[in-house]
């Protein structure tokens, strides 16, 4: 897969669930902390149940995750 494509898959993930508490628009980067935009430990859990279903990783097996970009990085070496 390409990185564009899990970026773009990532993205809406995190998108979906940040709507269901927030109506402002979302804008997201690498370096964007999901803590900072108001995350908690259900909207983890649910990011990493819907990023198992599709990647087939397990995005916290080796570390804390907390940006888009180090989410990436799990999905990216969990793949290969």
Request: hydrophobic letters at 35%; a negative charge.
């Amino acid at each position: 897969m390409y990185m564009e494509d899990i970026d773009a898959q990532v993205k809406s993930i995190i998108e979906k669930i940040y709507q269901k508490k927030h109506s402002e628009p979302l804008s997201l980067t690498d370096e964007t902390s999901l803590r900072s935009i108001g995350f908690d430990s259900f909207d983890f859990a649910e990011l990493t149940v819907k990023i198992e279903d599709i990647f087939e990783v397990d995005i916290f097996e080796n570390r804390i995750v907390d940006t888009l970009g180090e989410i990436k990085e799990e999905i990216e070496n969990g793949s290969e």
